[in-house]
């Protein structure tokens, strides 16, 4: 996410909700895209500087915990944008014209007063593969929205392995991995191949790939190159990776429009009891219901879209029938609601308390998380440069 201001509950039931559990599931890294901030935000740095902290207490007090996931600033790893550049070289401007976000994105920020008729606008999304690749991602969880920028990313990949081919001393390489594995592993995954690549069977297959996901001390570099090995072709240098859709909520504002900073129309994950309750007792509400008599229809209200995430079944019934009857008055309709967010957000609070006083906390959080993103990338980066004849010295 961009370091562009404080994160909101549109992005928590959009994205971090699901982050958090994804953790628990697969090696994450997750980063701070302060190069994309300035994107558009490039006349006002000071913001970038400003929210780059409070963007990994976000994701701290969303449930993102930095000794499971990897937390870093994309700057802190220039890796990224070497990538970019050799990326750059062979990636065809049509490719990037068509992005259907481009456009779309460049009018309707173009109206907020941002010249976005620069290159980099332009390379954003081949950074954003670049931000993918560098890592030797599978899975990159996203929106539908966001589908084709992953899709872009899978074409960058294919026409890099296919112009620069496979990895030099792939066999040797691969023979060393083993190695890693551990005698009695290397063993095990010696016969698998055989038995797969000789007789054809599937069941070692499996059983090797998972054998190889479950080893804890193999780079992703060896990883990649003993699943080439396994099926007796070599290591693919940047994988193609998969769009991971899972059922998000796009979640409402106050307004009743999406849920934006630029609309002024957010709960903020770490607003007080207080600012939630005023926020939502200012919602406007059906325009029928003028005085406390006038019955009106939740379906044109925006709080009703609140009660749809926060309400359980009863309390929505109670809803309907009191809005239609006039029976219940919008303040009393909109409490539940306000206690619903006042409970969600009450530990992401707590989370974010202890770092909100000692930032020392989240700088060493940064500079640990850049660390291991450097280690990976530069491994990546090795067989990139090396692919690409600039690996002498
Ligand atoms: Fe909206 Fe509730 Fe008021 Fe009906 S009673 S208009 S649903 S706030």
Redesign the pocket.
């Known amino acids: 996410m961009r370091p562009t201001g404080r994160l909101h509950l549109g992005h928590y039931h959009g994205a971090l909700k699901n982050w958090a559990k994804l953790q628990h599931e697969h090696p994450c890294f997750f980063f701070v895209a302060d190069w994309h901030a300035l994107t558009t935000h490039y006349e006002s740095p000071e913001v970038i500087e400003a929210y780059t902290y409070e963007l990994v207490i976000d994701y701290i007090a969303a449930g993102i915990d930095p000794a499971q996931a990897t937390l870093f600033a994309q700057s802190k790893v220039p890796a990224h944008a070497e990538l970019t550049l050799l990326l750059s070289f062979f990636t065809p401007l049509s490719w990037l014209e068509r992005v259907p976000t481009y456009k779309d994105q460049m009018h309707k920020l173009g109206e907020r007063g941002h010249d976005l008729a620069t290159y980099g606008f332009l390379g954003y999304p081949l950074m954003q593969a670049a931000d993918i690749l560098i890592y030797r991602a599978n899975r990159v969880p996203v929106g539908e929205d966001q589908v084709s920028h992953v899709e872009l990313t899978r074409e960058v990949a294919r026409r890099f392995n296919h112009l620069f081919g496979r990895e030099k001393g792939f066999e040797e390489k691969a023979e060393s991995a083993i190695k890693k594995l551990g005698a009695k592993k290397a063993k095990l995954y010696n016969v698998l191949r055989t038995r797969f690549q000789q007789e054809g069977d599937d069941a070692a297959l499996k059983e090797a790939h998972d054998l190889l996901s479950d080893v804890q001390n193999l780079s992703m570099g060896d990883r990649e190159r003993l699943f080439g090995f396994l099926e007796g072709g070599g290591k693919v240098i940047l994988p193609e990776p998969q769009a991971l859709l899972t059922p998000t909520s796009k979640l409402i504002g106050l307004d009743g429009q999406k849920m934006s900073k630029s609309y002024g129309n957010t709960i903020d994950m770490r607003d007080d009891e207080k600012t939630v309750s005023e926020k939502v007792r200012k919602m406007p ?2 325009p029928a ?1 003028i005085r406390r008599n006038d019955p ?1 229809d ?1 379906e044109k ?1 925006p ?2 879209s609140l009660h749809q995430v926060y309400s359980n079944e009863s309390t929505r019934r109670w ?1 309907v029938e ?2 239609k009857s006039a029976g ?1 008055g ?1 303040l009393e ?2 409490q539940p609601v306000i206690d619903g967010i006042i409970k969600e957000l009450k530990p992401m609070r707590e989370r974010a308390a202890p770092f909100e006083e000692d930032p020392t906390l989240v700088k060493n959080i940064l500079a640990d998380g850049c660390e291991k993103a450097r280690d990976v990338a530069e491994e990546t980066m090795r067989d990139v440069r090396d692919a690409m004849g600039l690996s002498f010295s």
Do not use: A, L
């Open positions: 509400t059906d219901r009106g939740p209200c709080v009703w809803v009191g809005c219940i919008c309709c909109k």
